[in-house]
């Protein structure tokens, strides 16, 4: 099999009048009076079974693709629409043969037109033009020709592509979800149909903000599988059309499997021992354990805290565990989990303190409570002279100013401002470099047709005042960002998610999975890559910002399954989402500087000190430590903090003319389970 990759050529853009090449012998191209194609050259394509060539007349760019005479043979362009809605497809071939070349196209791996004809042409030098119409997504779309013959494909020479946005109703919320059939390991989910105009295209199942199973828009039953005995499954659930329009959410169901049949616990691990200790990790080995099933899992533990988990068939006996803070004690264990729950008592234990590490940035010395009663604090921001900070808290709608010592007095509430029973409320807060002058300070927060950027008064006793800067960010009951911060520019910076819609965070006409730039008065800030608020997109749930010394802005964002995110943000750039989830080889996309299992990050706020990102992680519960090598865009190796110890950790803040950290904790919301008042603020020393 002959792959072939080339880089895709971008940006260039088809004449509304086309050129006749070999006059009288090409058929123009359909344009819409409304907007150009863009054009995508077959030879920078992604070519199997064929290969690029030149040896015709009267092609486009460098060449065109001459594709094997086999069934299968096929060529994928990657397209980029900046909505969703109907795309245009014109695909320019020649057939010199008296037979047919007829192929297969599909989008985004969906066949659209099935063996649609390729017929013959004058000669190979005589280029003709079939035209097709699509329902397209925003962002990334694979459109890819397979020969469904042995004559193989037609020579072909490019696709023009260009996208209306037609349909822009949403569907309906789907209703009622409910769950029958509940086994130890399965249930069925059920619920009423969504409508649309149109016609609904598929249903997207979430589990706590993160995507769990879709079902296509015929159906309204789901057989969900591969579940955890005695385990409550939180499901939501939305509607969308083929355009790439979404629903508001359904109502919410808890589901709960049935307790495993199995009640056998593994047996023990064998002896555990460790070798290869660094300031930074530590290697551990131990004998495998037994089950009357099969174990599925080993966790390395210190206490209730898991630091890893080791999966497989069967799991490996032996792991490296990195991460681990310099000059710091530890006692780790490990237990055996088998597929039931069941878990296994726990080897025996082993200790060791890793080495000093050798670092100018400093490392984190020192924690004390500062601030208690709190209920999800979420935002915190210092004013100009360190002397109080602003602390936002979600779910009350409360603004608190809280001295240096940890004194703390309500100054207000925030107007407007709603819950979406999820991660939406009152978010983040930043005070106006120029606040001395103007008192300004500023708000994200979640209203009644959305999520809002606002400016109120703050005269160091109490706010007033309420202007909407900026509204049309979509809210969800997850996935709402939330974070602002000023740059050393002056403008305000704001971070969005992308409303569990993750077409929109391709859309860079959307405000949502974006990082926003923007003025004091809420226009878009001069300068903006693509002349709206748009700074940065491609992102899932960012909800971290900070700037080094140098002017940089780093970003934290959560992953979906796979990977959490750490980036260095550049104006313009694509993050990936939902293409890349991660690091990825996918053309246009941003990698990112660093990344960690869900498990161990789920990030919320950053800081940076002495060089070093200090990143807040609420359902890996631990302050990571990842230092910027010197000057350059690179990352040092990430250590972690307090593992465990304080639970869900929200938000970092760097106090001002000090080498000291603010940090607050979640702990009271959904996934938390404390009561009320009982997050806490600490101040961290970093020596």
Known sequence: ??????????????????????????????????????????????????????????????????????????????????????????????????????????????????????????????WATSTLTTPVKAGSNKIRLTSTTANGLPNLDYIDFTVTSSDTQAPTAPGRPSCSAISEDSFTLNWDAATDNVGVAAYDIYEHGNKFAEAAGTVTTKNLTGLTPSTTYNITLFARDAAGNVSSVSPIVDCTTLPSSDTTAPS???????????????????????DNEAVTAYEVRSGSTVYKTVTGTPPATTTTLTGLACASPYSLDVVAKDAGGNISAASNTVTFT????????????????????????????????????????????????????????????????VTTNGEGGLLGVAVDPK???????????????????????????????????????????????????????????????????????????????????????????????????????????????????????????????KKDELNLIKPGKNYGWPVCEGSCSTAGMTNPKKTWNVSEASPSGIAIVRNVIYMAALKGERLWRVPITGDTENLGTPTAYYVGTYGRLRTVTKVPGQDQLWLSTTNCDNNGGEPDGADKLFRISIT
């Not at 064998?270 to 990790?281: C, I, K």
């Not at 984190?364 to 210092?382: E, L, M």
């Not at 979640?446 to 109120?456: C, I």
């Not at 007033?464 to 602002?484: D, E, P």
């Open 1 to 126: 099999m002959k792959v072939s990759t080339l880089t895709t050529l971008r940006g260039r853009v088809a004449a509304l009048a086309v050129m006749l090449l070999c006059t009288a012998l090409v058929q123009a191209v359909p344009q819409s009076a409304s907007a150009a194609a863009t054009r995508y050259e077959a030879e920078s394509a992604t070519i199997v079974l064929g290969a690029a060539e030149s040896n015709h007349s009267g092609y486009s760019g460098t060449g065109f693709v001459n594709g094997d005479n086999v069934v299968g043979s096929y060529v994928e362009f990657t397209v980029t629409a900046a909505s969703a809605g109907t795309g245009q497809i014109a695909v320019r071939y020649s057939n010199g043969t008296t037979a047919g070349r007829p192929a297969d196209i599909a989008v985004g791996g969906t066949v659209v037109s099935a063996a649609r004809a390729f017929n013959a042409t004058a000669d190979w030098n005589t």
């Open 268 to 290: 023990a691990p064998g002896t555990l021992s460790s070798s290869g200790l660094t300031a930074n990790s530590v290697v551990l080995n131990w004998g495998a354990s037994t």
């Open 354 to 417: 890793t080495p000093a590490c050798a670092t100018d940035g400093g490392v984190p010395s020192g924690i004390a409570t500062v601030s208690t009663g709190w209920s999800i604090p979420w935002g915190t921001y210092w004013m100009p002279d360190g002397k109080t900070a602003l602390v936002t808290e979600r779910d009350s709608f409360k603004v608190f100013k809280v001295t240096s010592g940890g004194t703390r007095t309500q100054v207000g509430a925030v107007p407007g401002a």
């Open 435 to 561: 606040w001395s002058t103007n008192h300004y300070v500023y708000f994200m927060h979640t209203a009644s047709e959305g999520n809002r950027v606002a400016r109120m008064t703050y005269d160091g006793t109490s706010l007033g005042g309420y202007t909407v800067l900026l509204q049309g960010i979509k809210k969800s009951r997850y996935h709402n960002g939330g974070r602002l911060a000023f740059g050393p520019d002056g403008y305000l910076y704001a971070s969005t998610g992308e409303a569990q819609t993750p077409d929109l965070a391709q859309d860079k006409n959307s405000l949502n999975g974006k990082i926003l730039r923007m003025t004091t008065d809420g226009k878009a800030a001069p300068g903006n890559p693509f002349g709206n608020y748009v700074y940065s997109y491609g992102h899932r749930n960012p909800q971290g910002l900070a700037f080094d010394d140098r002017g940089r802005l780093w970003e934290a964002e959560f992953g979906d399954s």
